[in-house]
């Protein structure tokens, strides 16, 4: 059985503010130190990017399982064995197709400065041979390569700037569901799985952009940001290139952070005084 894939390309539009130089300064684990960090000048002079979500996800997926939505569930139901999983769908996410130089082609014809992929969705499903996703990545399963690290080659090799979207949470993770529990007062998912990890993504394909999200179930102190983001602004090896967005608890979107986009598809319709990425999809319903 041949899995259907689904690209989904979002275009982000930045509004036009002065544009900032980071500098050399040591940035505090709390917001009102964060907060003072200028954006690096190239994301000023960036006004549009493109945005991949493509991946095992891309399928019926949490909206199955998690949601119990009518129309998904009576589509696995009709198409699938009953005792069919939703992690049988790694092996069947091939990437035969995949060439990321034609994609990166494209991406520049369109106008587009920067590329930012989704390397790791909601299910956990790495899009790198991560050390903390064992089993679970593009490397052991499916593609059988880094999709990551071929993206961002690609990208690089066009000159334009490379990011990294990665979620925070994973809803079949028992280290999360756990931690989910305890109504987020524990935090072995956060440890164990979900700092080492993104620390990793950025210590291997040091991204211009790292774009958070998956942040709404818990606030920021839950997820360590700030502890984080002290780490990437002061000591990670794109301390002074980096930008990020505002998505790092459910208490920090449009407050918090380095760009905002809030909501999904959100759109101020004012000048704002914030540099803000309205992250819009080409479709209305889907993301």
């Known amino acids: 059985m041949i899995l259907f894939q689904t690209i989904l390309i979002l275009l982000y539009i930045a509004q036009h503010l002065k544009p900032c130089t980071a500098v050399n300064i040591t940035y505090d684990a709390k917001w009102e130190s964060l907060d003072k960090r200028p954006l690096p000048g190239w994301y000023d002079e960036a006004k549009v990017g493109i945005f991949i979500h493509w991946g095992v996800f891309s399928v019926p997926a949490y909206n199955w399982q998690a949601k119990k939505q009518k129309n998904i569930v009576d589509f696995m139901a009709k198409n699938y064995k009953p005792d069919f999983t939703y992690q049988d769908f790694g092996p069947q996410f091939t990437a035969e197709l995949w060439d990321p130089a034609k994609w990166v082609e494209l991406f520049k014809a369109a106008g587009a400065k920067y590329?930012?992929?989704?390397?790791?969705?909601?299910?956990?499903f790495t899009m790198w041979p991560s050390k903390h996703s064992w089993g679970?990545?593009?490397?052991?399963?499916?593609?059988k390569r880094d999709l990551v690290g071929d993206l961002a080659a690609a990208v690089r090799k066009e000159g334009l700037k490379f990011g990294t979207y990665y979620s925070f949470l994973e809803f079949f993770n028992p280290l999360f569901l756990s931690?989910?529990?305890?109504g987020y007062?524990?935090?072995?998912?956060?440890?164990y799985k979900m700092q080492p990890e993104i620390r990793e993504l950025i210590t291997n394909y040091k991204p211009d952009v790292v774009w958070a999200d998956g942040s709404w179930v818990a606030d920021d102190t839950y997820f360590e940001s700030t502890d984080f983001l002290a780490w990437l602004y002061n000591d990670s090896p794109v301390k002074d290139t980096v930008v990020v967005n505002d998505r790092w608890g459910s208490n920090t979107p449009g407050k918090h952070g380095g760009f905002y986009n809030m909501a999904d598809r959100t759109n101020p319709k004012i000048l704002m005084e914030h540099k803000f990425e309205n992250a819009m999809s080409m479709d209305r319903g889907a993301w």
Request: glycine share 6%; no cysteine; charged share 25%.
């Open 115 to 124: 590329v930012v992929m989704t390397t790791k969705h909601h299910e956990g």
């Open 136 to 143: 679970w990545n593009a490397v052991d399963i499916g593609p």
């Open 179 to 182: 931690d989910q529990a305890t």
């Open 185 to 191: 007062k524990a935090q072995d998912f956060i440890k």
